[in-house]
């Protein structure tokens, strides 16, 4: 076997295994429909005087922390 034909079958294993060990794309749809995508719905008037519900010392900058399962 010459060292060409030894680099040839390296690259070759190389690649299959690469290939092997890449995760398959998770579909857009299915992310969106993940359970730590929703959106938790707040009691009327809870963001109405402008104080974080978490963190109630400071503004609420509306970032949707609080409406989150917390991820």
Partial sequence: MTEQELRALVREAI?????????????????????????????AGSEGDGLCIIEPAVQCNHCGYCKSLGH
């Fill in 15 to 43: 690649a299959k295994h690469a290939a092997a060990a890449q995760p398959a794309p998770v579909p857009l749809a299915a992310v969106r429909l993940h359970p730590s995508h929703a959106l938790i719905a707040l009691p």
